[in-house]
């Protein structure tokens, strides 16, 4: 299918459903002591914007796993007629190792995934952080395996749209079941603490491209105004933003205020 942005017009409509799920979040995680934070993009929105960047057409969470766990145990809680929890665990086709909000009624399909068969819909992707190892070596033992695993994931994807000599690995990993990944990041997962000293990332995403991080960023939180809503995000914004986009303040030149990725069908 031809791959399109959203209007303006479009973007807006999807950022405010995004909105109602965050929001829905935090009703949730307030009621049982859940530890969230806003970050990434969605947290320099309310630095810089008190709300989404303009052009910005997702949203993102981080939780340390156990707080992550604890709201996988709630998420029932959620109210079905605003969004629904979606991992591995509540939709077998979903392939990524991190959860998503997905806004009930609504489809949303981004242009080289449509031949999956996982639900789709407007998200909020939820990210689980996840120990890093003190030892050196262990780290990066541990960072070319998260790696190998993350492109297994991928695989399904990349299988059809990467080309040449990759395409054909993409074609061979994906022989490999997805709860081969599943069970293993899982084993990998159930050493995180949030009482460790260990340093943090995303198991699903590449250790060794920016994503390691303190533990104590995502424990130390502060109340951010976001679109007139009050949401909890990371309380040392100034080192987590220039961490990871530098002079974050000065807006990126327009040819750049692009959408993270091209959809080929939705339905708000």
């Known amino acids: 299918m031809?791959?399109?942005?959203?209007?303006?017009?479009e973007l807006r409509k999807m950022q405010l459903l995004q909105l109602d799920m965050l929001v829905e979040l935090d009703r949730v995680c307030r009621k049982h002591d859940i530890l969230y934070c806003i970050g990434w993009g969605t947290l320099?929105?309310?630095?810089?914007?008190?709300?989404y960047i303009p052009w910005d057409d997702d949203a993102d969470v981080a939780m340390l796993r156990e707080d992550y766990e604890k709201f996988k145990a709630v998420s029932h809680e959620?109210?079905?007629d605003i969004c629904w929890f979606q991992d591995h665990t509540t939709d077998v086709e979903y392939r990524w190792e991190y959860g998503k909000l997905r806004r009930t009624g609504t489809t949303y399909i981004r242009a080289g995934q449509e031949h999956l068969k996982n639900k789709t819909g407007v998200f909020v992707d939820i990210f689980p952080l996840d120990d890093v190892p003190v030892s050196p070596i262990y780290e990066k033992i541990h960072a070319i395996e998260?790696?190998?695993?993350?492109?297994?994931?991928?695989?399904?994807?990349?299988?059809y749209s990467a080309t040449g000599f990759e395409r054909a690995v993409y074609q061979i990993l994906s022989k490999i079941p997805p709860s081969f990944v599943h069970n293993r990041m899982a084993s990998l997962a159930a050493m995180s603490r949030n009482d460790t000293p260990n340093s943090v990332h995303i198991l699903g995403l590449p250790l060794f491209t920016g994503y390691k991080m303190p533990k104590s960023w995502f424990l130390d939180?502060?109340?951010?105004?976001f679109e007139g809503k009050k949401l909890f995000g990371i309380k040392d914004y100034d080192e987590f933003l220039?961490?990871?986009?530098?002079?974050?303040?000065?807006?990126?030149?327009?040819?750049?205020?692009?959408?993270?990725a091209p959809v080929s069908s939705f339905n708000f």
């Open 2 to 9: 031809e791959a399109k942005a959203l209007t303006k017009e």
């Open 44 to 51: 320099l929105g309310a630095v810089r914007h008190a709300g």
């Open 78 to 80: 959620l109210d079905p």
């Open 146 to 159: 998260c790696f190998v695993l993350r492109k297994i994931l991928w695989s399904e994807v990349g299988k």
């Open 221 to 225: 939180r502060a109340e951010y105004s």
């Open 242 to 260: 220039r961490f990871r986009y530098g002079d974050y303040m000065s807006l990126p030149p327009e040819s750049e205020r692009a959408q993270h």
